[in-house]
């Protein structure tokens, strides 16, 4: 039960696109159809963003976006605006009713 | 809408034990699995445990296994942790979050602090 790779921090100016990477295992990402993303501000309860490849929840910007190549999977925010500046997390369901998390990504809009 | 608080978060000393629970609104409580996160103090997510929608399966953390008990009471729409031989890295935000079919957590509580410290 090893946590999924996410880069410590990532930066982008408004209106710029970003990309997220959740690196796991042949276990995990690689394995299932089963990548969500959360997005968490501080003080706030952590919000669903996408789920089961590129799925959003009502009211989720389809700014957001992901793919998953391999054991990667990728979350995409196009046209940032101030508002996604937050840390992400990408989850994994692991197998045998388990699931991982990755280390968390700290986004800051410029 | 779909609410989820939990509570029974503190201090308490190590080794010794802790319930949370979790209530739940806004949604039909018995017919999704539960999960309960947690994150440690500037550390990232960590999934705990999880149980299905009626209680009968119940998996684990290895961190946690064999000291943390998940369970539910579909009738109070309650989830709850046991956490037993707490440990100063167990120290962290506890969330309770709902499953969607597929049991990815979805919608999330605000969280309660647990501390382990003497």
């Known amino acids: 039960q090893s946590a999924l790779t996410q880069p410590a921090s990532v930066s982008g100016s408004p209106g710029q696109s970003i990309t997220i990477s959740c690196t796991g295992t042949s276990s995990d990402v690689g394995s299932y159809n089963l990548v969500s993303w959360y997005q968490l501000h501080p003080g706030q309860a952590p919000k669903l963003v996408i789920y089961e490849g590129s799925k959003r929840p009502s009211g989720v910007s389809n700014r957001f976006s992901d793919s998953k190549s391999g054991n990667t999977a990728s979350l995409t925010i196009s046209g940032l605006q101030a508002e996604d500046e937050a840390d992400y997390y990408c989850c994994s369901y692991a197998g045998s009713s388990t699931w991982v998390f990755g280390g968390g990504t700290k986004l800051t809009v410029l | 809408q779909v609410q989820l608080v939990e509570s029974g978060g503190g201090v308490v000393q190590p080794g010794r034990s802790l319930r949370l629970s979790c209530t739940a609104s806004?949604?039909?409580?018995?017919?999704?699995?539960m999960h309960w996160v947690r994150q440690a103090p500037g550390k990232g997510l960590e999934w705990v445990a999880v149980?299905?929608?009626?209680?009968?399966?119940?998996y684990y953390a290895d961190s946690v296994k064999g000291r943390f008990t998940i369970s539910r009471d579909n009738s109070k729409n309650t989830l709850y942790l046991q956490m037993n031989s707490l440990r100063p890295e167990d120290t962290a935000v506890y969330y309770c979050?709902?499953?969607?079919?597929?049991?990815?957590?979805?919608?999330w509580g605000q969280g309660t602090l647990v501390t382990v410290s003497s």
């Open positions: 979050t709902k499953g969607m079919t597929s049991v990815t957590p979805d919608y």
């Open positions: 149980i299905s929608y009626d209680g009968s399966n119940k």
């Open positions: 806004g949604f039909t409580f018995s017919s999704y699995g």
